[in-house]
């Protein structure tokens, strides 16, 4: 079946990835004949969508308790640790941003998060002053600032340090180029899916900060 063969490409993907023989090879279907075939799979099609319309239910009906429960939307200054450990571990999606008042580069990246936050109601936006936060700054190594952490589920998914990964600027940056890695690590939704079937693996090689 297609979904078979997919599954059977993937497999392959991930061993030539990691350097082992994979049972398929170059002679294969490619990965649009593998993709053509199930959207001619009715059966398959018919229970993708159905999916799909349930996931798009399931996002509106939080997108909607999120915006009335009033802890999205914006960027939330904390100044207890403790509770911000707290709520990164409760929430699914978190973005945090350690930061010191007089440092303008952190006034910048602040700027930045707070038009991402207002558009991305399925992540929680926190700011911490790292005076505040003595504990995490020596757990996770901050040394440099602005220092924006992006969580899933408790675990790190990344880490920005200062702006040497946001473009070529030194005292500024696009929002977009943010929003892109935060994309690229899971902790931002799209809005929008493409049409037709995606493929993909998340990362599982997430490091657990036991927050």
Known sequence: MPLDQLEAYEKSIVDKANGRTSEVDDDGASLDEILGELEDDTDFMEKYREQRLQQIADDMRKMKHNVESEQYGQVFTMTDESELMRLTSATDQVVIHFYLDSFQKCATMDAKLKKLAEKHIMTRFFRISVEKCPFLVTKLQIKVLPCVVAYKNGLER??????????????????????????????????????????????????????
Do not use: Y
């Open 158 to 211: 990344d880490k920005i340090v200062g702006f040497t990964r946001l473009g070529n600027q030194t005292d500024d940056f696009e929002a977009g180029t943010l929003e892109t890695i935060l994309f690229n690590c899971g902790v931002l939704a799209r809005k929008i899916q493409p049409r037709g079937i995606r493929t993909g693996r998340t990362d599982e090689s997430d490091s657990d900060l036991d927050l």
